[in-house]
């Protein structure tokens, strides 16, 4: 009995080199997935605490330093960690606050291998 293949499958062949460069790409892709990723979720978990301050009663009279306080309290109740507050420039003008945020992150892949990503907020606020 002669088997009917329909056209070209019949000489189609997945090899072993083939596969193993498919493992490679797809294993390459999530490496980068868990080393990179939770560098964007500490990057969302900010964003949302100073996104959280707009509600704040009494933003407009505290001092930088008090504004740089709360943002700290928010993001150690949040458990980011890796996050240096030093990054954080708040400015007063008037009612107005102005929360800037520039960092970046630093990741080792593998040997002499690293990723660098960075991140840059502005948040404009105003007084209650």
Known sequence: ?????????????????????MAL???G???????????????????????????TDGLSQMGPAQVRSLINKRLSVNNVDGFDPKNISVEKNGELVVIKVDYEVRNN????VDTVVHFQHEYEFQGQ
Do not use: H, V, W
Request: proline share 4%; charged share 15%; hydrophobic share 45%.
């Open 1 to 21: 009995m002669r088997r009917y293949y329909p056209a070209g499958l019949n000489t189609q062949q997945g090899g072993a080199l083939t596969m193993m460069i």
């Open 29 to 55: 892709l999530l490496t980068l997935a868990i080393k990179i990723g939770p560098a964007y979720l500490d990057d969302f978990t900010i964003q949302e605490a100073l996104e959280s301050l707009d509600g």
């Open 25 to 27: 790409f797809f294993g």
């Open 109 to 112: 892949i593998f040997r002499n």
